[in-house]
């Protein structure tokens, strides 16, 4: 298995280039310097490193394999898919990396508590795992429309033991969930942890969350060599906040012969105001703490998104990937609902695997591509999670 390591970026300030940083309150500024000084201390010992490289092996079950969707391929006839399995670690997807990494974290740092929002309940489900291992207390903030709409993963994260906080103001949906849970965590910034569900949020979260995904990206550019000889052409991955991409990207952001292709919801169409494609159609703005490419009004307010994926309708975006666009390291592209949903059907039905919806993003964008492409090509798709959680809905919208 792969060592434990870190990326260079941001500066010391958490900026990518012009992207990042804080955009915080001063009392809110102490509370993140103080984490960003712990994680920077306890991430360089050896029992941290160690006892999150045993979980990530033992509990979560890593390295996630890389597998070859050769009937895929084949019924494409282009370019080889091989897909990156993180919907077979525990809980389902890649978001408990860094739900270990922040409950550990919390741990260290003899926090008493540890508080998050949910929308669909993924980030909330890992979390409450998380905590439940590392054994601290867990409070998750849900809107009441989320909790009407998301039965089995409220239900998951009550016998997990977290405390659920049901949000009845405003639309009751992640918003107002975001507000809620950011007043009880200002009530006591130094016993408690706030854990950001992706890499967004202010310095340290785009760092930290990016370090404890960037295991995806490490193994498979392991495996991809011992398998090949060689990295794949190219690897791409789905964006909502940007923790998976990231998480796959880093590892090959000094390979230049690898190109790097992050997917973004376009929804009901680009031309449509129903998406969610920021990288695409952002520009420069500020949410939640930092500085990113932001979908936005006149006024600079973040506008409504709309993606058939709950977990990738997010306004803003990773500020690494921000950076990584104006660079031209990474590129951006989109695949609307109705392109994720075909994926998501052909992947179950020829390869007998149900991906996330989320993840069928990145597998539409594969399929769209490798049929363009000769078939000694090599696309890896980090398949985020599985789609267990959509299954009902995806059988409803089709009338299965
Ligand atoms: C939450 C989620 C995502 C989106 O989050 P990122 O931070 O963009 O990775 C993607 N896939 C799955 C399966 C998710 O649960």
Not at 64 to 87: M, N, T, V
Not at 304 to 330: N, T
Not at 347 to 358: H, K, T
Request: a negative charge; aromatic letters at 8%; charged letters at 25%.
């Amino acid at each position: 298995m792969s060592k434990f390591e870190f990326a260079p970026m941001p500066d010391n300030q958490g900026f990518f280039g012009e992207y990042g940083g804080q955009i915080i309150p001063p009392e809110l500024k102490s509370a993140m310097d103080a984490i960003n000084q712990a994680y920077e201390e306890i991430r360089q010992t050896q029992g941290f490193q160690d006892e999150l490289m045993q979980l990530f092996q033992d509990y979560v079950g890593r390295p996630s394999p890389i597998y070859h969707a050769k009937r895929l391929s084949d019924k494409l006839g282009g370019a080889q898919i091989y897909l990156k399995r993180e919907d077979l670690n525990h809980t389902g997807a890649h978001k408990i990396n860094h739900c270990l990494g922040e409950a550990l974290l919390a741990k260290y740092m003899n926090k008493k508590k540890v508080i998050a929002e949910t929308g669909a309940g993924q980030h909330g489900v890992a979390l409450a795992t998380a905590c439940a291992l590392v054994g601290i207390p867990c409070e998750i903030h849900m809107g009441q429309v989320d909790i009407e709409k998301e039965h089995p993963n409220v239900t998951k994260m009550k016998i997990l033991g977290c405390k659920l906080v049901p949000v009845t103001q405003g639309t009751a949906t992640l918003k107002d969930a975001v507000d809620s849970a950011f007043v009880e965590y200002l009530k006591n910034p130094k016993d408690y942890l706030y854990a950001i569900g992706s890499v967004v949020g202010p310095h340290p979260f785009p760092k930290m969350v990016r370090d404890f995904q960037s295991i995806i990206g490490r193994e498979a550019r392991e495996q991809f060599q011992q398998k090949f000889n060689k990295l794949p052409d190219i690897i791409t991955a789905c964006v909502g906040g940007g923790s998976n991409a990231i998480g796959l990207f880093t590892a090959f952001l000094d390979d230049s012969e690898v190109k790097i292709v992050g997917v973004e919801p376009a929804g009901k169409g680009l031309d449509t105001t129903e998406h969610s494609a920021t990288l695409t159609l952002g520009t420069p703005g500020a949410i939640h703490g930092f500085k990113c490419y932001l979908l936005q009004d006149e006024a600079g307010e973040p506008l409504p998104v709309h993606s058939i994926a709950s977990g990738l309708d997010y306004p803003g975006v990773g500020p690494q990937h921000c950076y990584l666009k104006d660079i031209e390291r990474a590129e951006y592209d989109s695949v609307t609902d109705e392109e994720c949903l075909d994926a998501f059907m052909t992947l179950s039905r020829v390869e007998g695997i149900i991906p996330a919806l989320e993840s069928a993003h990145a597998v539409a964008w594969a399929m769209r591509e490798a049929a363009k492409l000769p078939k000694e090509l090599q696309i890896l798709v980090n398949l985020s999670g599985r789609g267990d959680k959509d299954a009902d809905y995806v059988a409803d919208k089709l009338g299965l």
